[in-house]
């Protein structure tokens, strides 16, 4: 469900587009983005047996993944309309260097992450793999990103985020996630409202 909620992403590319950086909006993107949001209200407001519910066993942790995919939507603006004598590279270590004091902070003193260090001979091994990881599938892939975003349209850009819904659910599915058909009703008025605003 978190997955078909990131397809939001190009509608609110849109409407912070609008609303701060002079982009225009279209009827169609109001109209799919109403669509969209229906769907996502149906969607968070359908439990896991089907039926709608009660909101006082609400799950409040939706709105941070709707917050996530408005602060991507802001991004993008920002990098295609304020960072544009920025190289890539260069966006992608603002953004990782202004992320990396908070993160050090929470590895020494939130976790037991120095203690398996000095403890645990498979420790560095994991870490050489994280750090790979970090390396490859977050840095290269930002840069590659900012890299599209700076030669097409923050929307277009944005439309990777289709593909999030279908391998959320496959791993939610894999991990015994029980989805109902009023899920896959949200999901798909939620798919629909997107296609509709970005066509």
Known sequence: MTGAMNALTPLFVVIL?????????????????????????????????????????????????????????????????????LKPVEITAISLLMVLPITLIYLFAGTSFSFKLIHNDQAWLALGYLSLLGVMGTAMALVLFNAMVKVVSPVFASSVTYLIPIVAIGWGVLDGEILTFGHYLGIMTILLGVWIGNR
Request: with cysteine; glycine share 16%; net charge positive.
């Open 17 to 85: 587009g609008a609303a701060f950086f002079g982009a225009g909006i279209s009827r169609r993107n109001g109209m799919g983005l109403f669509i969209a949001l229906v769907g996502v209200l149906g969607l968070i407001s359908i439990g896991n047996d089907g039926r709608l519910v009660n909101w006082a066993d609400f799950n409040g942790y939706v709105f941070l993944v709707l917050l996530a995919t408005f602060c991507y939507g802001l991004n993008l603006n920002i990098v295609k309309y304020w960072f544009v004598e």
